[in-house]
C-alpha cells in the first residue's frame, strides 16, 4: 500500500528554519509529481512548492520563493522541504501529496492522489 508520513514539524522562532520530510513506502519514486501544500483554519490551501520527474522544474509559490527548497532523495524515497527565514504567517499544517500517474507538477491539490496526514509548524516568538 502507497503511504506518505511528514516530519519534522514543530515550534520555530521568527527567522528560524525547520527542515520537513515525506517519507514515501509502498511505491518507488521513478515517476512522480509530489507537492507541499499547507493549510490554516479558516484559509484556503495553499500549495507551497512541487518537484516532479519529468517538468523536471522545481515550483514555488511566491510566498515562499527564495526561503523555502525542495529537493528529493530516491535512495530514501523522501522528499525535503526545507524552510529558512520563517515567518509567522508560515504558521500551518504542511501536508505532502503524490500522484504517481504523471510526472509533471501542479499546484491544484486535486491534482493529487495520496496525502499524508500532515505535521504542524507554528512560528512564533
Known amino acids: 500500500q502507497v503511504q506518505l508520513v511528514e516530519s519534522g514539524g514543530g515550534l520555530v522562532q521568527p527567522g528560524g528554519s525547520l527542515r520537513l520530510s515525506c517519507a514515501a513506502s509502498?511505491?518507488?519514486?521513478?515517476?512522480?509529481?509530489i507537492g507541499w501544500f499547507r493549510q490554516t483554519p479558516g484559509k484556503e490551501r495553499e500549495g507551497v512548492s512541487c518537484?516532479?520527474?519529468?517538468?523536471?522544474?522545481?515550483t514555488y509559490a511566491d510566498s515562499v520563493k527564495g526561503r523555502f527548497t525542495v529537493s528529493v532523495d530516491n535512495a530514501k524515497n523522501t522528499v525535503y522541504l526545507q524552510m529558512n527565514s520563517l515567518k509567522p504567517e508560515d504558521t500551518a499544517v504542511y501536508s505532502c501529496?503524490?500522484?504517481?500517474?504523471?510526472?509533471?507538477?501542479?499546484?491544484?491539490?486535486?491534482?493529487?492522489?495520496?496525502w499524508g496526514q500532515g505535521t504542524q509548524v507554528t512560528v512564533s516568538s
Open positions: 518537484i516532479s520527474s519529468s517538468d523536471g522544474r522545481k
Open positions: 509502498g511505491i518507488t519514486l521513478d515517476y512522480y509529481a
Open positions: 501529496a503524490a500522484d504517481f500517474n504523471r510526472g509533471y507538477c501542479s499546484t491544484s491539490s486535486s491534482a493529487y492522489k495520496y
